[in-house]
């Protein structure tokens, strides 16, 4: 029995592997190493198919049926890597424009800052209702990737 | 006399046109900034010449640079690709006065054609019908905006922001509501300006539920100009094309001689030489308005090589030498679709991603064919555009040639980097592109809320047992030492090397 | 109603197969042999199916096991490629009695037409002319040399000695010279024995200096029968083909119009159904003769497609299912080029070679489609034939397409196993090659005493210095321990879990 | 400097390399290290080319500019691999026919022996004038890649 925690939008998933004979098992599915860095993944259902795998960072990146998931593994002990409630920059760029200021209400989906990056101009949007804790940059700022821009704090 | 050919690009279109001189037997010779060492395209050239530089102004957009690039290695032209330098009349002209040959058209014609709003009054006065709109030659800054203002209440709502220097979706804004209009207007302006360097806006009529028909042409220095039929690009994300295929799933054989004398008729009405593509919109009422020519080669030009038979990039070498072209009549056989790979998350707004292409395998076989500037292995950064591939496919029917991309889609494997591949999968499956019935509003009709990728709990479940079982197998470990050693790892003496290229 | 295919091939033709039945959305199966776990076309397979045995003949060749397995699967029909059990009447008769759909010709016309010295009475009496020969009927073992010496003295010399069952040059040998001839009929009978169960031989006259061409017929249940022009297949070694075109680079509208109204009779004659291909010598007086029906999709089979704008293999798969044809009516456009990439020796004979394919990159760019059985770290062994893969080219003219293949077979890259891609790729700069001036004893003439790799002394020095070079870097330790990692190396607790698929 | 010593058919190479700053060098030649097992070689002329290279058992193999060269490297002290005038199978098969006798002398170029492997029949042709030494195998014998087939005494 092997036991993995992923993140998930939903919170911590908890997955744990049966070793059956030479395979791993997950409520029905069943998995066996293929070649070239493939697995062989059995379906409940009995179909069968080639997985791709491959760990960048703390991610696994799965490629199966022509889908594509992303997992990331939450090591024990460790605290979550998300900074809840900070809205990240996506990649390195330039801030354009704030849109909003610190103490003020916003509801899910409202524009709080202008990101201009790869030649384009991206807004930065409330993913929740909440009230703008802290801003972290102002516009001309230069960003790096990663870097939390503001701070929301959820309202209950 | 074209001998050796200067590509003053990057990526896949740089691919595209040093395999074609190859084949041509002519030489050719790459530029390469030093963030772009090791790229695909630096491989296919013969010589490759360093530029220095950090950003895009001071290495893929210096003409003194990429001149120099030329003389010191005895290139007697320059392609230029699409993007960068390609529309840039005074390159044009620097190239032609530095005694190498500009393969493209004219800079007059660049001119012309470039200055969207110059355009749209060349074409009213050829005859060719253009989307009602207003252009706005306002040169004081502080009363553009209110220039802009008067001019879109007499265009009248919902209506569309377009740069006069534009290209490729940059600075663009539609705008449905007046109260949008300003904040629309400045952001326009802020791109526009920051990509082209030129704030010009001009507005058009929002023809929405339109179709975006576009015109291939080719002409000679022999007196023949030509049309190659249309493609159909109306699947549009951040009003840029995601999507393309020709022929056009509901052309008529009378609407392609109309629109292709229309796209014939405006080439001419600039000396046009070499390769272009005139842009129309066809509204739903069967009306077609002329919306821009793009000046150089296209992104989506292989749809037209498939189901035309005819080589642009050859021809372009060709009529640049000056060849007469080598193609016959038009002859339209089969379909092909194309679809862009971009670097972007589809489930967020289509927001650029960057990041390693860990695993990069396309797909394969018959009527497949893949334009790539990257392969497995490199870094997605955010010095260039998120563009990195085309799939496109071909089939003797559209119906095949759906399920020929679909199962292409389905085969193509890329983790590392978010990219739109099951975007462009879910697309395959929509209705309004099944039936052929896609318009400009395509995507935000199909996706109000934006697209997300449908759920399957038992894919899903199953991804979660291979990333565990991926743990417990240690392919993670696996993959990383094979990957160091791929670059020139720990044991070799020489760990340096590898950045010694060119 | 065809709604599962059972693929009873393997390697490259397996791969074309399956990968059409997943774009027309019909479901598929592959059968393995232990020795052909892992291979390319398993993986392309909805269901793999592991057949019991080593030979060929206790696997690919064993009917029992295959009907089984296509019953065991639910598959309703069985598709049966090139070579294998494509023309073994008796097993289409059994499929047929087993409620499966044979996705070929009548069990009637495989044997009409698989014999071939029926196949040359059968002509006769339609009307196609044959070449001048005789078919020796003696079945008496003892008294058949003799039978054949004395066919051999009427027909004359030089003649050829032909497999009445052979196929892929198997069972054939040239005879110039009566002194040869005992020892060469008794091979060649041995040969084919030992290829087909069936030592009988017939004789032809051997018409040195003609071209090998050949025509696509299709033909559907609604009464259709077409043909789809002509493919140029004369450049051949060891009597088989290794680089064949479309179209003929001689061949004339009139010329294409009667050798394919002769094919079409030749089709008619046995009721044909599906896919074949008649095969002609073209003299050099412009005189055709027939030579054999392959009454199966063929190797050369992409050619065809490429110039035509037909998917044979998709037609295939209409017909078996009872719908007429898609294609109109023949539309040649632009030329097409197949070079077969054999694991062989050509500078020893064209020896067939073994070992891993270490490194295996294709060619890649516009215009090239590869049919490969085979990926990187494969292992080709003696099991099988030893055609790895297609390289196909299409340009706009057959100049563009012989410059296309040169392209592509430079930038072929492949180490661990000997092939002929470098000896394709000296064909193409062969006169006869460039001139299209081919006949079935060009490589003889070529290379009388054997091909050799030209000397390049700066090229050789230089690939020493590579061999030094990538030793004192450790290139080799570098891609072992990569290697035994991407099999599940030691650090894996499942190290023998790659043995279990399917 | 680094030495080594191949195998060619004109008897052994030895190549030495000269160390050069970062690069490697061998007679104007010289070499650095792309990617992905790659070369970066630089011809005397100052074109250069990518070579790829890999190693299976004691051969290198060398792809630059559409040629393939094979060359085996012989170790410092080892003998040559090959037994000089031993006929080797290419591959593995089934000895059809036996076409000399020992003591028997033949031309270069003299069919010794008919293998069939691969479905086809092959011939084993002498590869210079000699006298038949020893046969080793029999008509109907399996053979393994690489035995010894016949040994043949080259005339002087």
């Known amino acids: ?156 | 006399m074209v001998s050796k050919v200067l590509v003053a690009n990057r990526g896949e279109i740089a691919c595209r046109i040093l395999r074609a001189c190859s084949e041509a037997g002519i030489g050719s010779v790459a530029i390469c900034a030093p963030n772009d060492q090791g790229s695909l395209f630096t491989e296919l050239a013969d010589e490759v010449v360093l530029l220095e530089g950090t950003t895009i102004g001071e290495t893929y957009l210096d003409q003194e640079q990429i001149i120099a690039a030329a003389h010191s290695t005895g290139a007697d032209a320059i392609h230029p690709g699409f993007g960068f330098l390609s529309e840039r009349a005074e390159f044009a002209r620097h190239v032609s006065a530095n005694g190498l040959i500009w393969i493209g058209p004219s800079p007059e014609a660049i001119d012309q054609m470039g200055d969207k709003m110059t355009a749209r009054q060349t074409m009213r006065a050829a005859g060719v019908p253009v989307i009602p709109g207003e252009e706005v030659e306002e040169v004081d800054e502080a009363k553009t905006l209110e220039a802009l203002r008067g001019a879109a209440q007499r265009v009248g709502y919902p209506l569309l922001l377009k740069a006069s220097s534009g290209g490729g979706g940059k600075g663009m804004r539609a705008v449905h509501d007046p109260a949008d209009f300003d904040q629309a207007a400045s952001a326009a302006q802020r791109e526009a300006i920051a990509a082209f360097g030129d704030g010009r806006i001009y507005i058009e009529r929002l023809l929405t539920g339109s179709k975006h028909i576009e015109i291939q042409v080719l002409a000679d220095r022999h007196g023949r100009t030509i049309h190659l039929g249309e493609r159909e690009c109306s699947v549009q994300r951040r009003h840029q094309k995601v999507f393309e295929e020709a022929p056009g799933p509901t052309m008529t054989p009378e609407l392609r001689e109309a629109m292709g004398q229309a796209a014939v008729a405006a080439a001419q009405a600039v000396d046009y030489e070499g390769a272009g593509t005139v842009e129309f919109l066809l509204a739903a009422s069967g009306e077609f308005f002329f919306l821009e020519m793009n000046t150089r080669i296209q992104v989506e030009h292989p749809v037209t090589e498939l189901v035309t038979g005819v080589d642009i990039v050859r021809e372009q070498l060709r009529i640049a030498n000056g060849e007469p072209m080598s193609c016959g009549d038009l002859m339209i056989r089969g379909h092909a679709i194309e679809v862009r790979l971009y670097a972007e998350d589809a489930a967020n707004n289509f927001l650029p991603a960057i990041g390693p292409l860990a695993v990069f395998r396309p797909p394969e076989g018959p009527g497949i064919r893949l334009d790539t500037g990257v392969r497995e292995g490199d870094d997605i950064t955010p010095n260039y555009d998120p563009m990195l591939a085309k799939l496109i496919v071909w089939a003797p029917s559209r119906v095949e040639a759906l399920q020929k991309m679909r199962r292409a889609l389905d085969e193509f494997v890329i983790l590392g980097t978010t990219t739109n591949v099951e975007f462009l999968r879910d697309l395959c499956d929509a209705q309004p592109v099944i039936d052929g019935s896609t318009t400009t509003t395509t995507i935000d009709t199909l996706w109000p809320n934006g697209w997300n990728p449908p759920q399957d709990l038992t894919l899903e479940d199953a991804s979660l047992l291979v990333a565990a079982g991926a743990e417990t197998l240690g392919l993670h470990r696996q993959r990383e030492r094979s990957a160091k050693e791929g670059t020139g790892g720990p044991e070799s003496p020489f760990a340096t090397l590898n950045r010694r290229y060119p």
Chains 1, 4 share one sequence.
């Open chain 1, 1 to 156: 029995m092997m036991q993995y925690t992923f993140a998930s939008s939903d919170g911590p998933i908890e997955v744990t592997l049966a070793r059956h004979g030479e395979a791993l098992q997950l409520s029905g599915y069943s998995l066996a190493q293929h070649d070239r860095g493939r697995l062989l993944v059995t379906l409940a259902n009995g179909t069968t198919c080639i997985a791709h795998a491959t760990k960048v960072g703390d991610v696994w990146w799965v490629h199966l049926n022509g889908r594509t998931y992303r997992w990331e593994r939450i090591e024990p002990g460790s605290s979550s890597a998300h900074d809840e409630g900070g809205l990240v920059a996506p990649m390195p760029g330039k801030v354009l424009e704030v849109l909003v200021r610190e103490g003020q209400s916003v509801e899910a989906g409202t524009s709080l800052m202008v990101l201009e990056a790869m030649k384009m101009e991206h807004r930065i949007v409330a993913s929740t209702d909440g009230m703008v804790a802290h801003i972290h940059f102002q516009a001309g700022e230069q960003v790096a990737q990663g870097a939390v821009l503001l701070d929301l704090e959820e309202t209950e």
